[in-house]
């Protein structure tokens, strides 16, 4: 009797202890915003392949591993980059993102602090066997990832530019690498710009009343609804201006040349549901145009295929 009482206590704890390295590992995903760093990864390779990469062939571009070495470099610190921002947004985030705060608090923010450095320290270490000017490159990212988080993410306007612009950081160093400088590539770099920003302003609509709460000055916070309303609004039309431009001036073709005129119905949705404003519309707008940042990986992707055969 006791055998089988103890048996059944050793298998409820070993369940337990499963249940909770799970909840661990799934913790750390979440504070490391992993799935956004391999979507950023998808895009890296996709855009370095297929838009920046003009002569390589695919096997020479496979074991070019300085590319490969850039890019692991870059997830790397988006990995750190997740954790530190996690580290000063947690008073935040147990409000906004109560069911990932709960599931991180399975792990010590000591732990989560070890895990940035050591991805920070090997990204670097990286960086300089590949080369030094690839070494300062992800010095001043890492830096401005640590800085946003500390100060900017504080600081009205500064707060979205940054962020989108850390965000686009690794494809500028993925054109200069390669020198690919055209018409084409820089009207791509507005239009991707433009529609993160709108994404960005967007979600701090959703929490402005965290955000005053725990002194974050945000576009949503400073201005009234009215003119928040207008200035998003202004960002999708301008965009609506570049994807035409982009259509007509660049000779953009197949499935790029699909992506960018659906995106003209897509973007006049937006300005119906924001002009329409309510909570519901502005979580249905940020994940409109969240789908649609992916829907372009995938129309770039298939486009360079199909100009590749």
């Known amino acids: 009797m006791n055998s089988e009482k103890e048996n059944f206590q050793e298998k409820n704890y070993t369940k337990k202890s499963f249940i909770y390295r799970f909840?661990?590992?799934?913790?750390?995903?979440?504070?490391?915003?992993?799935?956004?760093?391999?979507?950023?990864?998808?895009?890296?390779?996709?855009?370095?392949?297929?838009?920046?990469?003009?002569?390589?062939?695919?096997?020479?571009?496979v074991f070019d591993f300085k590319v490969h070495g850039i890019i692991f470099c870059t997830?790397?610190?988006?990995?750190?980059?997740?954790?530190?921002?996690?580290?000063?947004?947690?008073?935040?985030?147990?409000?906004?993102?109560?069911?990932?705060?709960r599931i991180q608090s399975f792990i010590k923010q000591k732990y989560f602090l070890y895990a940035y450095l050591v991805l920070s320290v090997i990204s670097l270490g990286v960086a300089w066997m590949i080369s030094h000017n690839v070494?300062?490159?992800?010095?001043?990212y890492?830096?401005?990832?640590?800085?946003?988080?500390?100060?900017?993410?504080?600081?009205?306007?500064?707060?979205?530019?940054?962020?989108?612009s850390l965000t686009l950081y690794p494809?500028?160093?993925?054109?200069?690498?390669?020198?690919?400088?055209?018409?084409?590539?820089?009207?791509?770099?507005?239009?991707?710009?433009?529609?993160?920003?709108?994404?960005?302003?967007?979600?701090d609509t959703l929490t402005k009343r965290v955000d005053e709460t725990f002194g974050y000055t945000t576009i949503p916070t400073y201005f009234d609804i009215k003119t928040v309303n207008g200035i998003i609004v202004s960002l999708l039309l301008i965009t609506i201006v570049v994807s035409m431009k982009l259509i007509?001036?660049?000779?953009?073709?197949?499935?790029?040349?699909?992506?960018?005129?659906?995106?003209l119905f897509v973007f006049?949705?937006?300005?119906?549901?924001?002009?329409?404003?309510?909570?519901?519309?502005?979580?249905?707008?940020?994940?409109?145009?969240?789908?649609?940042?992916?829907?372009?990986?995938?129309?770039?992707?298939l486009s360079g295929v199909e100009g590749k055969l």
């Open 248 to 263: 007509l001036r660049t000779g953009i073709a197949g499935f790029m040349a699909y992506y960018f005129a659906a995106g």
């Open 171 to 203: 494809f500028f160093g993925m054109m200069v690498y390669y020198q690919t400088f055209s018409k084409k590539v820089l009207l791509m770099a507005i239009f991707l710009f433009l529609v993160l920003l709108c994404i960005d302003i967007v979600k």
């Open 75 to 101: 997830v790397l610190t988006i990995l750190a980059g997740g954790i530190i921002n996690q580290f000063y947004d947690f008073e935040k985030d147990h409000i906004v993102k109560p069911f990932r705060t």
């Open 23 to 61: 909840s661990q590992f799934v913790g750390f995903l979440l504070g490391a915003r992993f799935f956004v760093a391999a979507l950023l990864t998808l895009a890296l390779y996709v855009s370095t392949f297929f838009l920046f990469n003009q002569d390589e062939s695919f096997r020479k571009f």
């Open 268 to 301: 006049i949705l937006c300005i119906y549901l924001i002009i329409n404003h309510s909570r519901k519309n502005k979580f249905f707008t940020i994940n409109i145009l969240r789908f649609w940042v992916f829907a372009g990986i995938i129309a770039m992707l």
């Open 135 to 140: 070494f300062i490159f992800f010095i001043i």
């Open 142 to 164: 890492q830096f401005f990832m640590w800085f946003y988080s500390h100060k900017l993410s504080r600081i009205l306007i500064l707060n979205n530019l940054t962020f989108v």
